[in-house]
């Protein structure tokens, strides 16, 4: 899912995806309803993000929604998370970790929006390119931890 989306956006394949490009100007034109807002810390405190699938609409904290305008790598994989749960999740504001254990990791929300993102942000082409975390966290504009945890996993699962 994740692909396709990104794949129906049609830009430079050598170049990092413009993330705040596309959720800004790019997915409002497809889909009318969809709307990334920001509200301030007062109101959103420790979270980073919020999704209402119901209403189609993504917030992210005012330092978040800054970080993902001006390429932060940390902001702009919180930003595909968030989208991962918009499209993912029918249920509002899918934002809450379940206490570990309850249910196998695949059908936890946030692991699924973390590969989303991952994905998203770093397709399993451009990791085969790119195996290290320094080069692809560089190339996809990502922290090298979230580079360092897709190359393990995309490794685990033998994709790479
Ligand atoms: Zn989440």
Redesign the pocket.
Known sequence: MASGLRNSFRCDPEKAFPLYQYLELELPKVWPDFYLGSKGLDEMGDDH?W?FPDKAEIWLREDVYDGLRTDRGRDRFTAA??L??LVLHGCPL??S?RPSGELPLFRD??WQ??NFAGEFLMPVEVVRKFPDPWTLAAECVVSEQAASVRINELRRERFI
């Open positions: 993000g999704t998370h968030e991962g749960h899918a934002r970790r929300s946030e929006a973390d």
